[in-house]
């Protein structure tokens, strides 16, 4: 990958990224229901080294400094990794005419990484099975996905027409 590709991924999985808090904030305060809080993000990174990956609830696991900044890096580093995703499918092309479409089959396959990892690991089950409202967390799972391949292809999209 050279260094323009690399830096251009890098502004499109943050600016991605960004939509999807947008997103998540909108979805706080229009519908009044609480994103995912990033410092259980941090807390299940930080309880990796001692060998604590999966948890009967992350809610009941002792709160641990610098849990809320390792969470909200994460989540960052991750968006910037998902990124590449479009890169992987379609090669340069997608950065010259990015498409809605991949962006939001790359939303769609991020969603393997709460439904299949995060949300197993923190007790909620595969795709927040044991939660109170399954269907409504893989719904919120589902949108918030598709604003980050939203924002994917709209930041793209900026980039490409700049060029």
Same mark, same amino acid.
């Given at each position: ?103 939001? *089959? ?9 439904? *299949? ?47």
């Amino acid at each position: 990958m050279d260094i323009i590709i690399f830096f251009k991924t890098v502004i499109a999985g943050i600016g991605a990224t960004l939509v999807m808090d947008w997103w998540s904030l909108c979805q706080k305060l229009i519908l009044k229901i609480p994103p995912l809080d990033y410092a259980l993000v941090g807390r299940w990174i930080l309880l990796l080294p001692q060998g604590k990956f999966r948890h009967h609830t992350i809610l009941s696991a002792s709160r641990i400094p610098g849990e809320n900044l390792t969470g909200w890096v994460f989540h960052y580093l991750i968006g910037i990794l998902f990124a590449v995703i479009p890169l992987l499918l379609y090669g340069r092309g997608w950065l010259i005419d990015p498409s809605l479409f991949m962006g939001m *089959l790359t939303g769609l396959l991020t969603l393997i990484a709460p439904f *299949l990892i995060l949300q197993p690991a923190f007790g909620f089950g595969i795709a927040a099975s044991r939660t109170p409202r399954p269907w409504v967390a893989r719904l919120l799972s589902l949108i918030t996905h598709l604003s980050y391949g939203i924002g994917l292809y709209g930041i793209t999209a900026v980039m490409a027409s700049l060029s």
